[in-house]
């Protein structure tokens, strides 16, 4: 088992990437986002019940950084989240490929469940257009972010996240 704190720590240097660095040298639309990227991996590797608060967290700090609605990230990756849990076991957790395929559709449903949620909730105009405009950039940045991950000696070992 992974200590809690190399997960912890590599969530921090998640989130100061994400919201510090990465806006300053990296264009909007191929800004990988390294947390949703972090979500899968515990998806796939950890535990349900410890994994979902940090789903769920994770969502809380990316709209308490990005200004979005607060919570509409967090339920979008607690939804993700439980439907990569719930079909982990069928799959093999520890293939690079797969990790790569999972965050590329983690990534089209995030999207597509905020922007659900946004036309439910608000009276934007635009805002399908405005989302879906820089989808296939953003789509490729998390799958070459994922396709990194797979690199790091932590991904090949087939212990546990949390």
Known sequence: MIRNGVALVALVLAVVLQSSILPVHVAAPFKPDLLLVAMVFVALRGPVVPGALLAWGVGMIKDVFSGLYLGLNAFSFLIIFLVITSISDLLYAES???????????????????????????????????????????????????????????????QEVL
């Open 96 to 158: 690079g490929e797969l990790y790569v395929v999972t965050v590329s559709a983690a990534t089209l449903a995030c999207v597509t469940i905020n922007l659900i949620l946004l036309l439910m909730l608000t009276s934007t105009p635009g805002i399908g257009y405005s989302m879906t405009a820089g989808l296939l950039p953003h789509l490729l940045s998390n799958a070459f972010a994922a396709s990194l991950v797979t690199l790091l000696p932590v991904f090949s070992s087939p």
